[in-house]
């Protein structure tokens, strides 16, 4: 899987492509709570727009992530989710936890609106 | 040669350590094997998550992280039915009743999310487990490319009330 | 565990019948095999061909296209050097030397080319070929992933006087 | 391997798409003997345009036709090869027997050509 990892204001998203199966949610999570220990991030958006592929290792991965971002006030959010990952987001009812979009410009409106409000 | 024999047109038959680059690995094999019968996109998605999550298992918690051991993975093909059986010769499940429930994961700490038996069973049309404490577990499951929903071959679209 | 010993990165083991359509299937396991060394296009498509012909003669050498038969094929990666092993319980070779020599073949009446062992020399590294008449034949071969032609891994473009 | 076969003239071209191993060649050679077998087919042209594999098996099905409809006094042309199966071609020494051309429309110019002149 390849990722590309950026911060938008307070917001990392994370756009990934491939395939998010154990070995590769494995190598992001790493990626991601590096990122995370820095400076201003607060919220982390998932792009899943080129992810063709998720298992409960990846569902397991995102969960940690909100878990441990929840603690620290911040905001999970997804976007851009295709069929299969649809799928697996629902049978493990994450949908009712992390707040899911059409596209990534949906998502980032939502949390600078929500910071505006 | 005997008469009444399950007709089969085709298997396979994989050994390959337990190294997680080879989840991916096993996903393509099954997927490619799974093609001859031409099976939709839904349903080979389903098969691929159904086969990461069973090797996935075997790396993890059949052999906790342990390279050297072996994953057997097993596929027949008759007519457009295919069954899979995943084993390992790893530490085996206790309670597979417990198990099998869903969110149940003895691994929290690796963010394990405890769906895994969940997506098997609710991916395939059929699912069994049997696991020796000590010695292994076996898992195995079939789906039928009828282009139902898993878990329902004969009456489509029918489950819901 | 032992001093010496060859890394070996990854492996794979795959038995599947003699059916003609398990042609395209081996080819995909050990493409999708292959990748993990990052091989070239060129490399890959090398390599196809040679586990095609190897595959194709077990078929239809080895067990005369009598699909009962049994193939397996064992493919290990070391580094960026991948060999592969395809074994036939068949008829065997009575002659390997005649067998060898380009535009042979003993099945004429097929449309064989005779280019079949040819291929498998001129695409891969290392080659050999080792038979019991009655009792089946193992084709060896091994590749490097160095970006340069094969047969002449140290020696990139340099072998033409 | 998808196949497409029709006649122009007393051309017969095969086209071909994906990958002509021994499982495909026999059903194609089966295909193409039938069509050999009708009326007014004296030459046959193989597109190899969306070919991205062959073998030896495939090679063999190609020389076989080459020499069958060469018996009955037709030509055999190719064209559109691509890299992998320019290869097998070169190294069985089909190049020397059959005319290979860039595009489908340069082997038909080629053997009208030949006709009226
Ligand atoms: N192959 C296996 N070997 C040993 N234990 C296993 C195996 N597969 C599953 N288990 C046990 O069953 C539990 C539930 O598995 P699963 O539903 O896949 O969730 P998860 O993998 O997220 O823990 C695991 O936590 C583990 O204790
Ligand atoms: N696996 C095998 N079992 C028995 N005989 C074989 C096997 N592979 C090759 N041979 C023999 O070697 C000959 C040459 O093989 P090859 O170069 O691949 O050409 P072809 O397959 O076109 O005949 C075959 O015609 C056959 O007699």
Sequence with gaps: MQVRIRAKGET??????????HHAATGLRMEIDAKLAENKIKNVLFNFRDVDFMDSSGFGMILGRYKA?????????ACSLRPPVRRVFELGGLTSRIPVFGTEQEALDDLWGGEDG | MTSGGE?????????????????????VVVAAF???ADPTIDEISDVKTAVSEAVTN?????????????????????????????????VGIEDVEMARQPLY?????????????TIMENFMDEFS????????TTVTMARVFDGSLPGKPEQPYGREA
């Design chain 1, 12 to 21: 990392l998203v994370v756009q990934m492509r491939g395939e998010l199966d």
């Design chain 1, 69 to 77: 971002v929840r603690e620290k006030g911040g905001k999970v959010l």
């Design chain 2, 7 to 27: 007709r089969m047109d085709n298997y396979l038959k994989l050994e390959i350590p337990a190294k997680s680059r080879n989840e991916a690995f096993a996903r």
């Design chain 2, 34 to 36: 799974a093609a001859q």
């Design chain 2, 58 to 90: 075997a790396i993890i918690h059949g052999y906790e992280n342990n390279p050297s051991g072996t994953i057997l993975l097993s596929a027949t093909l008759a007519g457009r039915r295919l069954e899979i059986t995943v084993v390992d010769y790893g």
């Design chain 2, 105 to 117: 994961t003895s691994k929290p700490e690796l963010e394990r999310s405890g769906m895994g038996f």
């Design chain 2, 129 to 136: 487990v049997v696991s020796l404490p000590g010695q292994g």
